[in-house]
C-alpha cells in the first residue's frame, strides 16, 4: 500500500479545501520570510557601514538624521560646521582621529563625497583599477557607481548641486575619474570620492580648476588629508575605504601630532571655511562620557552616538516588525485550523473507504499514518510556496530600494533561520491532522460496513 500515493490523491480529490490552506499557509510563511530576509540584509548594511565610529559631529538637528546622512548617506545633512570648529574637535585629548566629510553634490543622484584617503580606508576598500584620488577633482567611485552609470577610469563628469535631480550643475568644475574601487558591500559602492578642496571649489565661483595637485598633498598620506577635511556641503560619511597607507592619516588627533602631518592650507584655510561632519573614534573609554556632552552643551555642534541612534532606530521599527510577524503567525494558525475542518469533514466522505482498508489489511497505525501524510503534504506545499514568494518580492522590493537608497538587496539568499520555519510549518500541519488521524484510525469496521 503506498501510503504517500493515495494521500495526495485524497488531496486532490479536495481542491478547493486544499487550495484555501495552501494560500493561508503561503501567506503566512511568506510574510514572515520576507520580514526574516529584510531585517537580516538592513541589519547587515547597518552592522558593516558603522565600522567602528564612535561618534559623528556635526550641524545641530536631529541626532538620527546626522547619522544616516554620514554614516549611511540615505538622508539629508543637518548642515554644515565651520573649519575653526572641526579643528577644535581634532585638537581635543579625547580624539584619536578624526575622518572629515563634506557633501553636497551628486551626479545622477550618487553622492559626491569629500574626504582624505583614510575615509576609503576605515571601509577596507580595494581598487579595481585606476588609482586613489590625489588632485582636485579627481575622483575614485564605487563599483555600483561605476556599473549603474557606464564610468571608466579617465571618464569627465560634471556634478550638481544637491542629492536628487540635477538643481544647478558646476559646469566650470569637472570631475574625472582616476580609479574604481572593488565591490565591497558596503556604503561606499555607491559614493563618489574625492577630496575636501575639490567640494570647496567646485562651490566658489572663481576661475576653473585646471586638476592640479593639492599643495602639500600626497596621495598616499591621509593623515595630511584625512583629518583636515571638514568641509561641508552634504554630510557623505562613510564608505567602506580602508586602505592600508590612509590609516596612517588619523593615527592621533594630538595637537602636535596634526600640525605636523596636515597642508597646513587645509587645517588654516580661514573660519570661513565648511565641512559637513566629523567621523570621530575615541582614545579612551572617558571620552564616550565626557566629548558628546562637552559638544552638545558648549559648542554649536551636536553629537551622535551612531550605535545608540541605530539602535533607537531598530526599536522604532521593532514595533511594527513585531505587528507583522505575530499577523503571520495568525494566519499560519488559521491555515493550520482550515487543514484540519478539511481533514475531519472529509473522513465523513471516507468512512467507507477507510473501513475497505482496513478490511484489506489495513492497520490502525497505517491509517493514522495517512492522514498525517496528508497534513504534512499540505504544509510543505504550502512552505514552498510561501518561501518562493517572499523570495521574488523581496528580489523585487531589492530594485525599487536601490533607486530610493543605492543600497543593494537581494531575494536570491537563503537564511538558516527559514529552516526553522520550515519546521514550524511541519508542526502546524502535524497537529491540525492529528485528531483526524486519531478518528480515521479508530474507524469501527462493522458499524461502517453495516451502514
Known amino acids: 500500500m503506498n501510503l504517500l500515493g493515495l494521500s495526495w490523491k485524497n488531496i486532490k480529490n479536495e481542491p478547493l479545501s486544499t487550495l484555501l490552506s495552501l494560500i493561508l499557509f503561503a501567506l503566512g510563511v511568506g510574510l514572515i520570510s520576507l520580514l526574516l530576509l529584510m531585517n537580516k540584509q538592513i541589519d547587515n548594511q547597518f552592522e558593516k557601514n558603522l565600522a567602528g565610529v564612535n561618534l559623528v559631529v556635526g550641524a545641530k538637528g536631529s541626532p538620527m538624521q546626522l547619522i544616516l546622512s554620514s554614516i549611511y548617506h540615505i538622508d539629508f545633512p543637518t548642515g554644515n560646521i565651520s573649519l575653526?570648529?572641526?579643528n577644535m574637535i581634532r585638537k581635543n585629548p579625547l580624539v584619536k582621529k578624526v575622518i572629515p566629510l563634506a557633501m553636497g553634490d551628486s551626479y545622477k543622484t550618487y553622492r559626491i563625497i569629500g574626504s582624505n584617503h583614510a575615509y576609503a580606508s576605515l571601509y577596507e576598500m580595494e581598487l579595481e583599477e585606476g588609482r586613489l584620488w590625489q588632485s582636485d577633482f579627481e575622483v575614485t567611485i564605487g563599483s555600483t557607481v561605476a556599473k549603474a552609470l557606464g564610468l571608466k577610469v579617465g571618464d569627465s563628469f560634471v556634478s550638481a548641486h544637491g542629492f536628487g535631480e540635477a538643481i544647478m550643475n558646476h559646469e566650470d568644475h569637472p570631475f574625472k575619474v582616476v580609479g574604481i574601487f572593488k565591490k565591497n558591500k558596503r556604503v561606499l559602492d555607491q559614493l563618489i570620492l574625492s577630496n575636501i578642496e575639490s567640494v570647496w571649489k567646485s562651490h566658489d565661483h572663481g576661475p576653473p580648476a585646471t586638476n592640479k595637485p593639492s599643495k602639500g598633498k600626497e596621495s598616499n598620506h591621509d593623515h595630511k588629508e584625512g583629518d583636515g577635511h571638514d568641509h561641508?556641503?552634504?554630510?557623505?560619511?562613510?564608505?567602506?575605504?580602508?586602505?592600508?597607507?590612509?590609516?596612517?592619516?588619523?593615527?592621533?588627533?594630538?595637537?602636535?601630532?596634526?600640525?605636523?602631518?596636515?597642508?597646513?592650507?587645509?587645517?588654516?584655510?580661514?573660519?570661513?571655511?565648511?565641512?559637513?561632519?566629523?567621523?570621530?573614534?575615541?582614545?579612551?573609554?572617558?571620552?564616550?562620557?565626557?566629548?558628546?556632552?562637552?559638544?552638545?552643551?558648549?559648542?554649536?555642534?551636536?553629537?551622535?552616538?551612531?550605535?545608540?541612534?541605530?539602535?533607537?532606530?531598530?526599536?522604532?521599527?521593532?514595533?511594527?516588525?513585531?505587528?507583522?510577524?505575530?499577523?503571520?503567525?495568525?494566519?499560519?494558525?488559521?491555515?493550520?485550523?482550515?487543514?484540519f475542518i478539511s481533514l475531519f469533514n472529509s473522513l465523513k466522505k471516507r468512512r467507507y473507504e477507510l473501513a475497505i482498508m482496513r478490511v484489506m489489511g489495513g492497520s490502525r497505525a497505517k491509517l493514522f499514518l495517512l492522514l498525517i501524510l496528508e497534513g504534512l503534504i499540505i504544509a510543505i506545499l504550502g512552505y514552498l510556496l510561501g518561501i518562493i514568494l517572499s523570495h521574488v518580492a523581496m528580489e523585487v522590493l531589492a530594485r525599487y530600494m536601490q533607486e530610493s537608497y543605492q543600497y543593494e538587496f537581494s531575494g536570491r539568499i537563503f537564511l538558516k533561520e527559514e529552516w526553522w520555519l520550515l519546521a514550524g510549518a511541519l508542526l502546524v500541519g502535524l497537529l491540525a491532522a492529528i485528531l483526524p488521524a486519531i478518528s480515521a484510525s479508530s474507524t469501527d469496521i462493522s458499524k461502517t460496513l453495516s451502514k
Open 84 to 86: 575653526k570648529e572641526a
Open 232 to 339: 561641508s556641503h552634504d554630510g557623505h560619511d562613510h564608505e567602506g575605504h580602508d586602505h592600508a597607507h590612509d590609516d596612517h592619516d588619523h593615527g592621533s588627533h594630538d595637537h602636535h601630532d596634526h600640525s605636523a602631518s596636515t597642508p597646513v592650507n587645509f587645517w588654516e584655510a580661514g573660519d570661513t571655511k565648511e565641512v559637513t561632519s566629523l567621523l570621530v573614534f575615541y582614545r579612551n573609554p572617558i571620552a564616550a562620557v565626557k566629548l558628546p556632552r562637552f559638544v552638545n552643551d558648549r559648542t554649536d555642534m551636536q553629537a551622535a552616538a551612531p550605535a545608540f541612534e541605530i539602535a533607537r532606530l531598530s526599536e522604532m521599527m521593532g514595533v511594527g516588525q513585531q505587528a507583522l510577524r505575530w499577523l503571520a503567525i495568525v494566519i499560519i494558525l488559521v491555515s493550520g485550523l482550515s487543514v
